[in-house]
């Protein structure tokens, strides 16, 4: 408790703010209530907080479970290395041309933790017991740095009880400790896992036609990136896969990263985040190091775009000479043809809004929008020129991942459509469906704050003409000043009285 009071005040004169603010001046988007603001605010601040911070701080802070209502039952799982074992031969095919890119550290496998992972389901439902499964295989979100299956039990909760689903969520290697491909590795592992697993499993072999894969944020972008790995690999396709605020642009190279008006309406940082010196900080930077040198000391051709050749590291999960990798950005990738059903969904107030609508188009149209600077010419040899099928959601004043809070509309209408698409997506791979939806063409729509649905355009974005796809943009990390830790933290009596006084004051004004 006495940690929780020193975490939040720090934070106090800036709700108090928040509280004036959205009366006197109106909140940031028409349709925020007070509370659906102050929790935008909270995790923003709480963002910030984490800036020059140890990062090992950061993922034990970020990875503690939240309570979820006892009628789920939650199932601890060990997966052994043997499936990374298996992974890693196909890891090994898809990036052998990429190697001189890559930290080679990933496939170190001896003395490695086991794969941890977690089932969850309705107590009611029994484990495994229906003949017609849902299967969701889920990868959390957290900028590949941060977060576990036990921050996500909300969602993932949430998730198996709207679709009558069972939920595979994998704590996957984290960086910076684990670079570039060890997420891959894990959640194509988990794959691996499901559809052919050890007898003491509890459940037998899984049809891919059962599974669908979804993540949020960076747990989209890896999603998308394992169905490009599955595909690239020949390996049986699963049903479909939903996206919730998908990273697939690692580069920042869409108009919304930097957007002023994404201040105002997002939480998320424009930048990367910095941390401050720490043993895994320290191991980080004598690996990039010597990778940096690997990659000058290589005479294979450069794939990257010049924006990227710059000192400092984009970001922790892999070197700026391979970002642009479709298992990274899978934006950048030479087509995102045959692929399975996709449901991806985006805030129309958040960094990530362009990159997801770029994404969608170029899959749903993999032979309209091309590269115009990595991949020239590469789709005309491309065995992928199927267009996937997309539906994709834009939700109006919505910042990024917001199925994360509640006290909005919005929330339980996308988990409600979420629940649909899966439920479809499982029925049409068995050829179950009757109503085919899945299988027409793709679909775009905008979703009003009222759940009204609204049929867009390709003229409706001027991103789609945007002819710097995969080209970093030159910015400075912003300059943060460090906040203090909750032991730092000194809270006199007279700041406690002032801060009470003043919430007394503006809820007798409010009412």
């Given at each position: 408790m006495a940690d929780a009071i020193k975490f939040i005040f720090p934070k106090i004169p800036n709700l108090i703010s928040t509280i004036i603010n959205h009366y006197k001046n109106g909140p940031p988007k028409p349709s925020w209530n007070l509370i659906f603001h102050l929790a935008l605010v909270t995790t923003r601040l709480t963002l910030d907080s984490?800036?020059?911070?140890?990062?090992?701080?950061?993922?034990?802070?970020?990875?503690?479970?939240?309570?979820?209502?006892?009628?789920?039952?939650?199932?601890?799982?060990?997966?052994?290395?043997?499936?990374?074992?298996?992974?890693?031969?196909?890891?090994?095919?898809?990036?052998?041309?990429?190697?001189?890119?890559?930290?080679?550290?990933w496939n170190k496998l001896d003395n490695l933790e086991e794969l941890s992972a977690e089932w969850i389901y309705i107590k009611e439902n029994g484990f495994m017991q229906k003949e017609d499964k849902r299967i969701i295989l889920y990868l959390h979100g957290g900028a590949y740095i941060m977060c576990s299956t036990g921050s996500h039990r909300n969602i993932t909760s949430s998730i198996a009880k709207a679709a009558d689903a069972h939920v595979f969520a994998i704590n996957y290697r984290l960086?910076?400790?684990?670079?570039?491909?060890?997420?891959?590795?894990?959640?194509?592992?988990?794959?691996?896992?499901?559809?052919?697993?050890?007898?003491d499993a509890g459940f037998?072999?899984?049809?891919?036609?059962?599974?669908?894969?979804?993540?949020?944020?960076?747990?989209?972008?890896?999603?998308?990136?394992?169905?490009?790995?599955?595909?690239?690999?020949?390996?049986?396709?699963?049903?479909?896969?939903?996206?919730?605020?998908?990273?697939v642009d690692l580069t920042h190279s869409m108009p919304s990263i930097l957007s002023k008006e994404c201040d105002k309406s997002d939480y998320l940082p424009p930048?990367?985040?910095?941390?401050?010196?720490?043993?895994?900080?320290?191991?980080?930077?004598?690996?990039?190091?010597?990778?940096?040198?690997?990659?000058?000391?290589?005479?294979?051709?450069r794939i990257w775009h010049e924006s990227l050749d710059r000192e400092v590291r984009v970001n922790q999960y892999a070197a700026n000479e391979s970002l642009s990798l479709p298992y990274i950005s899978p934006l950048c990738a030479e087509s995102l043809g045959g692929l399975p059903?996709?449901?991806l969904t985006a805030g129309d107030g958040e960094r990530l809004r362009d990159?997801?609508?770029?994404?969608?188009?170029?899959?749903?149209?993999?032979?309209?929008?091309?590269?115009?600077?990595?991949?020239?010419?590469?789709?005309?040899?491309?065995?992928?020129?199927?267009?996937?099928?997309?539906t994709l959601e834009i939700y109006e004043d919505m910042p990024h991942v917001?199925?994360?809070?509640?006290?909005?509309?919005?929330?339980?209408?996308?988990f409600q459509r979420a629940a649909e698409f899966i439920r479809e997506a499982v029925a049409s791979a068995s050829e179950k469906s009757t109503s085919n939806k899945i299988t027409n063409s793709s679909n775009y729509v905008r979703i009003s704050a009222n759940k009204q649905v609204f049929p867009l355009n390709e003229s409706d974005y001027s991103?789609?003409?945007?002819?710097?796809?995969?080209?970093?943009?030159?910015?400075?990390?912003?300059?943060?000043?460090?906040?203090?830790?909750?032991?730092?933290?000194?809270?006199?009596?007279?700041?406690?009285?002032?801060?009470?006084?003043?919430?007394?004051?503006?809820?007798?004004?409010?009412?």
């Open positions: 984490l800036y020059y911070t140890k990062v090992e701080d950061v993922q034990r802070f970020t990875s503690k479970p939240v309570a979820i209502s006892s009628g789920f039952a939650v199932d601890q799982v060990r997966i052994s290395n043997e499936y990374r074992k298996n992974a890693q031969q196909h890891i090994d095919n898809l990036l052998k041309e990429y190697e001189h890119l890559i930290d080679d550290e960086a910076p400790q684990n670079q570039f491909p060890a997420a891959l590795h894990d959640a194509l592992a988990a794959y691996l896992y499901l559809t052919n697993p050890p007898k037998s072999a899984i049809n891919p036609k059962q599974i669908v894969i979804m993540g949020d944020s960076a747990g989209g972008g890896l999603t998308i990136a394992t169905l490009l790995a599955l595909r690239d690999s020949g390996l049986p396709m699963v049903a479909g896969a939903v996206g919730w605020s998908p990273w930048a990367t985040l910095q941390f401050l010196p720490s043993q895994a900080q320290s191991r980080f930077f004598e690996r990039s190091a010597a990778l940096a040198k690997k990659i000058k000391q290589s005479n294979k051709p059903p996709m449901l990159e997801i609508i770029y994404f969608a188009f170029k899959a749903s149209q993999p032979s309209k929008y091309l590269l115009p600077i990595y991949n020239a010419g590469k789709f005309e040899i491309s065995s992928f020129k199927t267009p996937s099928n997309v917001f199925q994360l809070f509640g006290f909005n509309e919005s929330t339980p209408f996308s991103v789609l003409e945007w002819q710097n796809v995969g080209c970093a943009p030159t910015v400075e990390a912003p300059i943060k000043t460090p906040m203090k830790t909750p032991n730092e933290v000194k809270i006199r009596p007279l700041d406690i009285i002032v801060y009470i006084v003043a919430i007394l004051a503006i809820i007798s004004y409010l009412s």
